[in-house]
């Protein structure tokens, strides 16, 4: 009988499935039971309760997310009350986080990570973004904070670009401006997989000719990357102030002032595809591991946290009988001319040492 039950929500494609079955087998042989498909879109929640394909989520000890391509606001809005439930991997708050490129930087800014140079502000302060793009040599990179997959960004090259730009910014809802200062690179890319606060595998990928986007749903292919150690201690450090449990790390080298920078932060990198563990991505293993070890750990230190407050629960409630008898002060010898009238009134009143204080 299983000691534990917990919640998965995989992608199916590119070889999902597989990877799923060995995490529900590696789980199953640590007496964790998974229940998988718990696609948080055909969730209901009523009278305290989150529901989704006839289970009760509220019952499970953990629940495991990996769907960035099928995930929708509405998702996102259960994933965070369940956070509040149980334990989440990723947990809500960095996952969060990391969803927004802006908070994102600015997180890393402030702990000192290098990162690109950026600026936020209301999209309709036009001369303030066109200032940072003529102190940036007229060049930017502007980008929703949202999304993933290179999806919406596009390449300012001159300030005449940002005014052709501004009509369709003007009809998006986002209140806000990002711009990011163009970093003169190769067009290859780090991407440094951490889980668990451990360097699981470090690969690359390279622009189509002719592009500069390294993103492979952009265009972009995989290539093979030796991990510089400097690269995976970056990554390492990223995922850490971030807060993911799980994170792919996106870094490149800036040639201008020859350092490594932090791009991007993201909370559900990819597994190696099949044609890419072909091609000689192997780590997929690695990363099951450790991702089991993960959830092992985490539910049943949940479990033995549980423990600890029932049985502080339980002593609390036996502690104030205990302290009312410690406490009870004792009688009070009244003086014998009071204590002869209550005698005649066959009173025998007891007072204690605070009552006669009044």
Known sequence: MANHRVGLWMYENCGGKEIERKMVAQLQEREIEAITGLNLAQASAYDGSIFCNGHMLDELDLFFSYNAGQQTPYQVYLYQVLNSMMPMINNYDSFALTEDKYLTAHKLKVHGIPTTDYIVCNKHNIEQLKDHMRFWQGKAICKPVDGWGGNGIIKLESERDLDLLMPYIAQQSAPQFYLERVIENDFTDYRVDIVDGKFVACYGRKAAPGSWKTNVTSGGSVIKRE??????????????????????????????????????????????????????????????????????????????????????????????????????????????????????????????????AV
Not at 228 to 237: C, I, S
Not at 291 to 304: E, F, K, M, P
Not at 315 to 321: E, G, L, N, Y
């Open 227 to 356: 991990p510089v150690p400097e690269v995976v201690d970056l990554a390492l450090r990223a995922a850490k102030v971030t807060g993911l449990e799980v994170a792919g790390v996106d870094i490149i080298y800036d040639i201008e002032h020859q350092q490594y920078v932090v791009i991007e932060v993201n909370g559900i990198p990819a597994f190696a595809t099949p044609d890419q563990e072909a091609f000689g991505l192997d780590f997929n293993d690695t990363k099951i591991e450790y991702l089991v070890d993960l959830i092992d750990r985490t539910v049943n230190q949940a479990a033995g946290h549980a423990q600890v407050v029932r049985h502080s629960t339980t002593q609390a409630h036996a502690q104030p009988a205990a302290h009312s008898i410690a406490q009870t002060p004792s009688p009070v010898e009244l003086p014998a001319e009071i204590a002869a009238s209550y005698h005649n009134a066959n009173i025998a009143p007891v007072l204690h040492a605070k009552e006669t």
